[in-house]
């Protein structure tokens, strides 16, 4: 397997847009049409290769944290997106997830920005996340993290995944309507 990485959509392989759609609607269902994968794929795109196949993508954008919440006080803070990222089933479980998510938080930290946010309907997603987070403080890459989770009530309309992920009890992901299509917005 190998990454590749492209500033944005249009420097990307067009050779990979249709696989990047194959393994989007494998890990979030066929009811993820084609045209709201491409949608996603503004942004920082890194690319997962196996055997000339696509078989994981991220998004990531930069901004500032004005364009997530109105405080002015931070308003001007530097901020990347984790836009979303899918890695098709038949590579669930294999480390693909937790290599996307090094080259991801890797170039915001990079970067130096100091504000991390993405929405999930998953707790493995966050949890995902946070181990990288975790891995990079121990390495001393970062000093400190935190993740702050702000539910919003139906942003996505739906469950986005053919299944409700797997939820442990009491995690606060139990408190989101799945049919409605609550999310956290997670911040680090």
Same mark, same amino acid.
């Given at each position: 397997m190998r990454l590749e990485s492209f500033p944005d959509l249009s420097t990307a392989s067009k050779d990979y847009i249709p696989g990047i759609v194959r393994c989007a609607q494998d890990a979030f269902g066929k009811t993820m049409q084609e045209k709201?994968? &491409?949608? *996603?794929? $503004? $942004? +920082?795109? &890194?690319?997962?290769? %196996? =055997?000339? %196949?696509? &078989?994981? +993508?991220?998004? @990531?954008? !930069? $901004? !500032?944290? =004005?364009?997530? /919440? #109105? /405080? @002015?006080?931070? #308003? %001007?803070?530097? !901020?990347? *997106?984790?836009? $979303?990222?899918?890695?098709? #089933? %038949?590579?669930?479980g294999q480390g693909v997830y937790k290599n996307l998510n090094v080259a991801r938080l890797g170039n915001a930290i990079s970067a130096r920005i100091p504000l991390i946010y993405t929405r999930t309907q998953n707790p493995g997603v966050e949890a995902g996340l946070s181990a990288t987070l975790q891995n990079m403080r121990e390495q001393g890459l970062i000093k400190r993290f935190f993740v702050t989770r702000d539910k919003e009530d139906g942003v996505y309309g739906r469950l986005l995944t053919p299944n409700k992920p797997s939820i442990p009890p009491n995690s606060p992901y139990n408190e989101l309507n799945y049919d409605r299509g609550d999310a956290f917005h997670l911040f680090g």
């Open positions: 709201e994968v &491409i949608e *996603h794929l $503004g $942004g +920082f795109l &890194i690319v997962a290769v %196996d =055997n000339e %196949d696509v &078989i994981a +993508f991220c998004v @990531s954008k !930069t $901004g !500032t944290f =004005n364009e997530v /919440l #109105s /405080l @002015s006080q931070v #308003s %001007d803070m530097p !901020t990347v *997106h984790l836009v $979303g990222a899918a890695v098709r #089933s %038949d590579y669930q």
